[in-house]
Each structure stands twice: as structure tokens, then as C-alpha cells.
Antibody, heavy 120, light 110 residues
Framework: EVQLLESGGGLVQPGGSLRLSCAAS????????MAWVRQAPGKGLQWVSG????????FYADSMKGHFTISRDNAKNTLYLQMNSLRAEDTAIYYC?????????????WGQGTLVTVSP | QSVLTQPPSASGTPGQRVTISCSGS????????GYWYQQLPGTAPKLLIY???QRPSGVPDRFSGSKSGTSASLAISDLRSEDEGDYYC???????????FGGGTKVTVL
């Protein structure tokens, strides 16, 4: 059974940083792309960033470039999202997701999400 | 323009068929596979349709997907109360070099 367990969310002040982690299990982590998708309170889904299976290709939504960094440790079956210079509009549930193949494209599985709140 | 447009809401009575559209452009839907996700209240999204018209195991055949040109569609037949929730289309976008989600459609069973 595929499991994606996010951690690292919480309350942070504007301008602060957080690093989200996602522990993956139940599948061969090294052969699937991964991504982060967020959902602001009462809003729709917004793709944040994706990374290929080998970790050599990373993609970001325009508003996240230079602001967030995605990475993965294939030895630890873990996905990360480093978030810097956080703003109120970054407040959202952040979902860790598993892709359908090695390249970043469709999403097959979703974690339960971790809440990030940016507030003074 | 890199946008996937969905109607904000759709509704039907139990047993009816509801269709949700997802309108895009040549840089996204027309060139890449479409995906559909279901998000029931208070839960994480779940894959409903992949590669335009494929259902993952466990998804009832009441749900079906299609694509034509720059648009994709999700049909829910034999509508049930447990289908109430939000539905999102998604695909890759060449201009954005990223995944694009539609704004979501809230399905209500009357």
C-alpha cells in the first residue's frame, strides 16, 4: 500500500522558513516522480513543484521560483520542500504526491497533507 | 493562455448523469494527457481518471473521462449522494513547464 507521510508544517512568521518532509513507502521510490501541491483554505488545488525520479529535473510554478526548493533523497525514500521568505499567501495545506511515472506529469497518490500557517 | 477552465458548480438528482468540462489550449490539454481528481469534504484528493479516459482500479465505471481537442470532460452517471465533492482536472502545460489544475467544480446531489 502506498503511503505518503508529510511532516514539518506549522506556524511560521512572515519572512521565515520551513522545510517539509514526505516519507514514502509501499512503492519503489526511485522510479517515480514526486511533487508538492497546495490548497489554501477554502480554495482550489495549486501545483507547487515537481521532481523527476532521479532528481535531476525539477520544475516550479512561476510564483514559487526562487522561493521554494524541491529535493529528494532516494536512499531515504524522502521528498523535501524547502520554503524560504514565507508570506501570508503561502498559508495552505501542502500535499506530498506520487507521480505516475519517472517524469513529472500526472499525480497518482496523495498524502494527507501538512498545514503551513504564515502569520505574525 | 495557460488556464484550465471548469464550471464552478454542477448538480443533479440521484441517478442522473452529470458532465463537467475542462477547457484549455494547445499548450496543455490538446498536447498532453488529462487527469481528473475527486476531493470529498475534509479529505485529500484522489485520482479518478488518468491518461484522458483510464480508471484506476477501484474507481467505479460510473466515472468516465474523454478528451477532444483543447477540452476534456468528466461524466458521472447514476449520480449518488456520496459523489458530492469537488472535482479537478489537471494536465501538463508547456508554457508554464509545470502541472496546471483547473479551478475545480463543486458537485451537489439535490
Amino acid at each position: 500500500e502506498v503511503q505518503l507521510l508529510e511532516s514539518g508544517g506549522g506556524l511560521v512568521q512572515p519572512g521565515g522558513s520551513l522545510r517539509l518532509s514526505c516519507a514514502a513507502s509501499g512503492f519503489t521510490f526511485t522510479t517515480y516522480s514526486m511533487a508538492w501541491v497546495r490548497q489554501a483554505p477554502g480554495k482550489g488545488l495549486q501545483w507547487v513543484s515537481g521532481i523527476s525520479a532521479g532528481g535531476n529535473n525539477a520544475f516550479y510554478a512561476d510564483s514559487m521560483k526562487g522561493h521554494f526548493t524541491i529535493s529528494r533523497d532516494n536512499a531515504k525514500n524522502t521528498l523535501y520542500l524547502q520554503m524560504n521568505s514565507l508570506r501570508a499567501e503561502d498559508t495552505a495545506i501542502y500535499y506530498c504526491t506520487k507521480g505516475l511515472g519517472t517524469s513529472v506529469s500526472g499525480i497518482e497518490y496523495w498524502g494527507q497533507g501538512t498545514l503551513v500557517t504564515v502569520s505574525p | 493562455q495557460s488556464v484550465l477552465t471548469q464550471p464552478p458548480s454542477a448538480s443533479g438528482t440521484p441517478g442522473q448523469r452529470v458532465t463537467i468540462s475542462c477547457s484549455g489550449s494547445s499548450s496543455n490539454i490538446e498536447s498532453y494527457y488529462g487527469y481528473w481528481y475527486q476531493q470529498l469534504p475534509g479529505t485529500a484528493p484522489k485520482l479518478l481518471i488518468y491518461k484522458n479516459d483510464q480508471r484506476p482500479s477501484g474507481v467505479p465505471d460510473r466515472f468516465s473521462g474523454s478528451k477532444s481537442g483543447t477540452s476534456a470532460s468528466l461524466a458521472i452517471s447514476d449520480l449518488r449522494s456520496e459523489d458530492e465533492g469537488d472535482y479537478y482536472c489537471a494536465t501538463w502545460d508547456d508554457s508554464l513547464r509545470g502541472v496546471l489544475f483547473g479551478g475545480g467544480t463543486k458537485v451537489t446531489v439535490l
